[in-house]
């Protein structure tokens, strides 16, 4: 079940809300609100595969028990020992799962092995609820929070629907105190309602349309041979990645404010970045700001030699780019960016200050559009073909095409607008009408037209993809 279906939007998010919001009415005792939200967020969570819904549970009773077993341990090597197999079972999860064909395929490639495939589907949201539940183990042998007492609290945590399928990662500290006590507004709820709306519209309105052009020039001969098109293709995407996961982010947040939960931010204009160390500081922030705490700082961080700098960034990169996908397109995409990442830190950021803005942005555009190609066509060889073609600009065939394929017109439209609004111009024009009173008004009639847009885009059109759906 993802957020832009009818099945979350008419049937299941009214009914938890009514449920919520009845038993809150009726007593105050956050247990059954909690309650509340951890059964509606394993309903959910089973909606797709009803099998998966034991191995979550079993990672959240598994992690329980660790997390508790360390703090009650006095012995500092004792709480390694708990930490070490809560570590090497969640990882043994992931891996297992969302890895294991991966190996076996790689293992019969290379040895000439006849070992079956396994066809097991992936677990949907695998790798946002482990890396949530591993955080939470170790930060509870930092002594940074305490082991949760209450094992449907902290299921609450871990399966709380509106981060569960595509995040962002939210870490227990950041609710902690909100899984004990919180309190809900009406302001908090309107603004809620406004921030999901938004993510609804991002996902639905240009996302979809922009995925539209994408997958309808790559899947093209006759287009896809066009370096115009191919040109086309790449914004496209740069564009449906950003709104798609941002749009889900930001519906994630809403309703995490709908119910008195105060997730941290995923996204901050990434694409206005002037240089791609900027651009990790804007973008996915909870599975960076994760990486680094839990794995680059442990090895050292910066505090080290020059050659175990250059070592545990690009360690940290290749397991960001298999965190994303079991396939080599996402390897190498970590790769590349690890390498980028030392290159600025070691010879670029100096010099990057030192040009035109104009030209800083351009640089940054140019990596990320050219890692988003490998992002998104996993087939290496086909992606060394399409970088060729790009320098094709054949401008009159591009405008035959262009005229027989006139329906491409509109999702290119989409992806101008989308350039514009992922920078902050409308939010700089909201900042300053919100100074008048007559702008809250103005405001919400827009959004209450633009959730009837974007509820009238999901009627019409069949074509709702999800990217980080697979993640």
């Known amino acids: 079940m993802i957020f832009s279906s009818f099945t979350f939007l008419g049937l299941f998010l009214p009914l938890v809300i009514i449920m919520y919001f009845s038993v809150k009415a009726i007593t105050k005792n956050i247990y059954w609100q909690n309650l509340v939200l951890c059964i509606f967020s394993l309903i959910f969570y089973s909606w797709g595969e009803p099998i998966y819904i034991l191995l979550m549970l079993f990672s959240i009773l598994i992690n329980y028990y660790f997390a508790i077993l360390i703090e009650k341990s006095n012995k500092e090597n004792t709480k ?13 999860i992931i891996g297992f799962f969302k890895y294991g064909n991966f190996l076996i395929n790689n293992l019969n490639s290379l040895f000439r092995f006849s070992l079956p495939s396994m066809n097991l589907s992936l677990p949907i949201g695998i790798s946002f609820f482990t890396f949530q539940i591993m955080s939470y183990v170790i930060d509870v042998y930092r002594k940074d929070v305490k082991a949760q007492k209450n094992i449907m609290y902290l299921a609450t945590y871990i399966a709380f629907f509106p981060q569960l399928i595509a995040g962002p990662i939210v870490r227990y500290e950041t609710i902690e105190e909100e899984l004990e006590t919180r309190k809900i507004t009406l302001e908090a709820i309107m603004e809620g309602i406004k921030r999901f709306i938004i993510g609804l519209a991002k996902k639905v ?10 997958d309808s020039i790559y899947s093209s001969t006759e287009l896809s041979n ?10 496209a995407y740069t564009i449906q990645i950003y709104f798609d996961f941002s749009g889900y982010s930001d519906m994630a947040i809403g309703l995490g404010k709908i119910f008195g939960f105060n997730f941290l931010e995923n996204f901050n204009y990434p694409y206005i970045s002037k240089s791609v160390t900027d651009f990790w500081k804007r973008w996915h922030i909870s599975l960076s700001s994760w990486f680094k705490d839990y794995v680059y700082i442990p090895l050292g961080g910066n505090r080290v030699s020059k050659l175990k700098i250059i070592r545990n960034v690009l360690f940290v990169w290749l397991l960001t780019g298999l965190w ?32 035109p803005n104009f030209f800083q942005h351009l640089y940054s555009i140019s990596i990320f559009m050219f890692g988003w190609l490998i992002f998104r066509i996993e087939n290496l060889n086909e992606i060394k073909k399409i970088v060729v073609k790009m320098f094709d600009l054949n401008m009159k065939d591009f405008i035959i095409l262009l005229v027989e394929n006139s329906y491409l017109i509109i999702g290119i439209i989409f992806i101008i607008i989308g350039i514009i609004l992922s920078t902050p111009i409308i939010r700089n024009i909201n900042e300053q009408l919100s100074k008048y009173a007559w702008w809250y008004y103005v405001s919400s009639i827009f959004l209450f037209n633009l959730l009837f847009l974007s509820m009238g885009m999901l009627l019409s059109s069949a074509y709702n993809p999800f990217i980080y759906f697979r993640f």
């Open 80 to 92: 390694k020992f708990f930490l070490f197999f809560s570590v090497i079972i969640n990882l043994f």
């Open 324 to 355: 994303h996908g079991a396939s080599w397109n996402f390897v190498i995409w970590g790769g590349y960016y690890g390498i980028i990442l030392l290159i600025e830190k070691f010879l670029l950021i100096k010099l990057l200050k030192k040009i």
């Open 226 to 235: 066009n370096g115009i098109f191919l040109w086309i293709a790449l914004f």
């Open 205 to 214: 309105i240009i996302a979809n349309n922009v995925a539209f052009v994408c």
